[in-house]
């Protein structure tokens, strides 16, 4: 019975395991539910991440010739399939609330479905790994760039002003306006150090996906440059075509966030050739270039220009400080010579690293002397280390100027002393230049002027001239010179030069030109030379002879001269010389011969030998006459008599027989001209009529009188002219200055019968000072305007020391049409009479459509400035207004009758006004405002302002209690402007 029981149960025993173990399985997986989709989760993520791998793989150049494309690709096929079911999965998962460790919601036939599911994308998973992991294993280990590769440099933490620039930088770099940067200036001051700090600062910031890095130098080409970028990004350089390796890079950087830095570029680069993508899409990509060449910016299309310049005097003592060593520096002996090559280095960062380091723990006085003596004297050869890591670089920028002419050019800014600064505006260079053959002499005036401008420009933009410290002048950083001495003093040929200006105490001897063969120019400006030697020089074949500014010599012996042939220009200006020398008679090259500022100079010898000069300059001479031969210098081209007060007598003939002159400046002169012959020493304007080359003048007029309309046609073809008609000739106001016309009245009195209308029509500026009838001069310019029309080309305007007393009629205004149409600046300065400066305006009927800037001063009747009525309604164009000391002044702008009547006013100063009491009645004039300057005008206690058009404002200046008492309609607008509050000092 036991048997039979066992078999039985045997028998019933497996039908019920196999039945429960099938129940028992699907309980299993439906309790495990929850960790396998955890454990699938984690499969697809490894399935994606290789899938990411082998897609980055198969686009990369250096990669996709190591993997079997059409495997991966098929492989990647079953993994798109797989990752499109799992989402699906994961929807329904999702809704069946699997994903947490809750009790799901859904049916069990459902939830047995979704557990077979997850098992089998399980599988699927482990399996796509397993035939994916020898795919990945064939690129493991190739390099994949970096987003950015730290450069080894010098830190600027502690140096404020290249702390400064990284800043700045790196703000540019956040801006979305700008995508192409230029940074520029000369070389050694530091740009490629600021800009290797900036690579270095963005290790620490993820704005870009890759920065790259660079170096072009000279001689650079678009293929040098895909190299290093291909370099940079691991692209295979393969033997391509430039045009297959820029469509490599455009490929590989389109779509990416990057930053390019190209360093050191000398010629402009086409980036489109190179491969570089448009900036057609904003996807914050930025391309940096440093250059020692504006033009390369302008060029390469940069949307801003970021020009580094000098380090400060204090800082450039620090480092160099800190390179040589501070307890060296700081020996009382040492320091004194310390100083001094500090001044010679001019804050360039490169000359005082070399410098210092050769210095480096030097003790010994004497080589500290022989340091500066070298610097000094541009002799590098005497300092470890400069003429090939100071002088060599920044001869390059020599070296890359293309043609001879502007290599002279930039070689003859040497002949001057260091730190002496160049008028650009006046035409000095320009007859240097010419008479060297440095420009086409073929050419006229005004074109010579401009062609030296250019030239001006160029080297300015090649960083091998700088901006001076006055307007329109230029000057050579010392170091720059100093290379250029250097150059001048090995050149062989061409500009080989003796140079020893501005150096006290040089004495020049027969010894100084024993090595004067080849010497083209010579320069002993302001040397403070006291005698020349009494011998003959041997320099034949020097073109320029400088000897200005010595005002201590009183003579050039006649043999000094002799040796100097072939000599085209001699500038013996600033001397206390008395008597030219018979030599230079006979210097038959001669073109241009200074003897400006010559004040014991009485008389010029017989200057008719000199068949060839073309500038004369005597200007500020004390010469009473001119030579009885001088009509025969029939190839001068520029005269130059002004300020020569002793000069009182010249034939008319004399003037009018230059049949080649182009340039005639005679202001300050005693020369007296006038329009009628009143005595036998004055001289007709009619004779400037006969000079049919002539193209500007500059004269003092007596009177003006019986004008033709020949004068008027003969007054339009002149392209520059200052004509001062002035009674005292001691109070003339007139210098040249380049594309001018201006016309002044000083101390003269008006009868109303002038013909002031041909030379206004002409005008760019008008002054008017300290004369009297006034009045019945702007009656005139209404009058002539009848015939002339308006003074379409009158920019500028001034009336100083005068009486002005008009007044509109009832009819409205006396002018029917805008006398000044263009009128852009307007002074009034010590004005008696004048009320409103609509009394003088409404007269001549101006609109003021182009005027941009008031300045008023000492108009002690002045009311106020405009009356807004009915012939004023607003002033379009005006961005500033000066007002100072008007005691009587209670408005500004009187009867405002609309808002917004100065739209682009952007500053306003007042200052000194007693009286103030408002600017105004209108609040909503002031959108465009910005800054606001007020002193001692204790009346004025309200602004015409509201927070919405005070946004702009960026600076407020004023006394302490004068802002105290400020009445404010609204809090918030003082709370608003305060930020913007500073005191007065």
């Not at 482990?126 to 795919?135: A, C, R, S, Y």
């Amino acid at each position: 019975m036991e048997a039979v029981a066992g078999i039985i149960g045997s028998a019933l025993t497996e039908p019920f395991k196999v039945l429960f173990g099938s129940i028992y399985a699907a309980m299993k997986n439906r309790f495990k539910i929850h960790s396998n989709y955890k454990h699938l989760e984690r499969d697809i993520t490894l399935v994606l991440d290789l899938k990411t791998h082998l897609r980055r793989g198969l686009n990369d150049e250096q990669l996709q010739h190591l993997l079997p494309t059409a495997q991966v690709e098929d492989w990647l096929r079953k993994v798109e399939e797989l990752e499109n079911n799992f989402n699906s999965l994961r929807s329904t998962v999702t809704e069946c609330g699997i994903t947490s460790d809750s009790a799901s919601c859904c049916s069990g036939s459902l939830h047995c479905k979704l557990s077979n599911d997850i098992a089998k994308q399980i599988v699927k998973a482990k399996q796509l790994i397993e035939e994916g992991k020898p795919f990945e294993d064939k690129i493991v280990g190739i390099p994949v760039a970096r987003p950015v590769q730290y450069i080894a440099v010098t830190s600027i933490e502690d140096q404020p002003t290249a702390s400064r620039n990284l800043a700045k930088m790196m703000d540019l770099l956040k801006s979305k306006e700008y995508k192409r940067i230029g940074v520029w200036g000369m070389g050694g001051v530091g740009k490629t150090t600021l800009v290797k700090n900036l690579n270095n600062q963005l290790t620490k910031d993820p704005t870009f996906n890759i920065v790259i890095w660079v170096v072009v130098s000279r001689n650079a080409t678009v293929e040098n440059v895909q190299s290093k970028i291909a370099e940079r990004l691991h692209i295979m350089n393969r033997e391509v075509s430039m045009e297959s390796m820029a469509s490599r890079l455009c490929n590989k950087l389109e779509g990416q966030r990057f930053l390019l830095i190209l360093d050191d570029i000398w010629e402009e680069i086409d980036l489109n050739a190179v491969g570089i993508p448009r900036h057609n899409e904003d996807t914050g990509s930025k391309i940096i270039l440093t250059t020692r060449d504006f033009n390369v910016c302008q060029r390469m299309s940069t949307d801003i220009d970021f020009q580094i310049g000098r380090l400060h005097p204090e800082e450039a003592w620090k480092l160099f400080r800190e390179t040589v060593e501070e307890e060296v520096v700081d020996d009382d002996q040492i320091k004194p010579m310390a100083e001094a090559i500090v001044e010679e280095c001019d804050g360039l960062p490169l000359a005082l690293i070399m410098v210092g380091a050769s210095l480096r723990k030097k003790r010994e006085i004497g080589l500290w002397k022989c340091a500066l003596n070298a610097l000094q004297k541009s002799e590098p050869s005497h300092i470890r280390g400069v003429e090939e890591k100071v002088y060599k670089p920044l001869k390059w920028s020599y070296d890359s100027l293309q043609g001879q002419q502007l290599k002279s050019c930039f070689l003859f800014f040497c002949l001057f002393p260091e730190d002496f600064e160049i008028h650009t505006g006046q035409q000095l260079l320009a007859q240097y230049w010419v008479a060297e053959g440095l420009i086409d002499e073929q050419q006229n005036f005004e074109e010579q002027q401009n062609e030296a401008l250019r030239i001006v420009d160029y080297l300015k933009d090649s960083c091998l001239l700088e901006r001076g410290h006055r307007v329109n002048h230029v000057k050579m950083h010392d170091v720059v010179r100093d290379v250029g001495v250097w150059i001048a003093k090995s050149l062989e040929e061409g500009c080989k030069a003796i140079i020893k200006a501005g150096i006290s105490g040089t004495q020049i001897s027969q010894q100084l030109f024993n090595c004067s063969g080849g010497v083209k120019r010579v320069s002993f400006m302001e040397s403070n030379i006291e005698f020349l030697p009494n011998c003959n020089i041997q320099c034949a074949e020097a073109s320029t002879l400088f000897l200005q500014g010595n005002q201590t010599l009183l003579e050039v012996p006649n043999t000094f001269l002799q040796g100097f042939q072939m000599l085209r220009i001699l500038d013996l200006s600033d001397t206390k010389i008395k008597l030219l020398p018979h030599s230079l008679l006979q210097l038959g090259e001669l073109r241009a011969l200074l003897l400006k500022n010559c004040c014991e100079m009485f008389e010029l010898p017989s200057l008719a030998t000199l068949g060839m000069l073309q500038v004369l300059n005597c200007s500020g001479s004390a010469i009473t006459k001119l030579p009885e031969d001088f009509e025969k210098l029939t190839n001068l081209r520029q005269l130059d008599l002004s300020r020569t007060d002793k000069l009182r007598n010249i034939s008319s003939e004399k003037v009018s027989n230059l049949c080649s002159l182009e340039f005639l400046c005679m202001t300050g002169s005693a020369i007296k001209w006038r329009m009628r012959k009143v005595n036998d020493e004055d001289v007709l304007f009619e004779k400037l009529l006969c000079l049919d080359q002539l193209l500007s003048f500059h004269i003092d007029l007596e009177d003006i009188s019986h004008t033709t309309a020949e004068h008027v046609s003969w007054l339009r073809r002149i392209n520059s002219f200052c004509v001062n008609v002035i009674h005292d000739h001691n109070r003339s106001m007139g210098t040249y200055l380049h594309n001018t016309k201006h016309v002044f009245f000083t101390d003269f009195v008006f009868s109303g019968d002038e013909s002031i209308g041909w030379l206004l029509v002409h005008a760019f500026d008008c002054a008017i000072s300290y004369c009297k009838g006034v009045d019945l001069m702007l009656d005139n310019m209404v009058r002539s305007s009848v015939t002339l029309g308006p003074f379409l080309n009158l920019k500028t305007l001034l009336i100083a020391g005068c009486c002005i007393s008009v007044k509109r009629s009832s009819q409205g205004c006396v002018s029917e049409c805008d006398l000044l149409p263009n009128l852009e600046e307007l002074h009034f300065y010590e004005l008696t009479e004048l009320e409103s400066i609509s009394d003088c305006s409404n007269f001549l009927g101006l609109r003021f459509t182009k005027l941009r800037s008031i300045t008023v001063y000492d108009c002690y009747q002045l009311e106020n400035l405009f009356t807004m009525d009915g012939t004023l309604h607003e002033l379009a164009n005006l961005e500033s207004i000066w007002i100072h000391n008007c005691k009587n002044l209670s408005q500004v702008f009187k009867n405002t009758s609309t808002d917004n009547f100065v739209p682009m006013l952007k500053s306003l100063d007042l200052d000194r006004l007693p009286a103030l009491e408002e600017i105004c009645k209108a609040d909503e004039s002031w959108k465009s405002l910005k800054h606001l300057r007020v002193r001692e005008c204790s009346m004025l206690l309200k602004f015409p302002l509201s927070v919405q058009t005070a946004e702009n404002i960026q600076s407020i200046r004023g006394e302490q209690n004068w802002w105290n008492q400020l009445q404010w309609d609204n809090e918030n607008l003082k709370m608003h402007l305060h930020p913007h509050f500073k005191p007065w000092d």
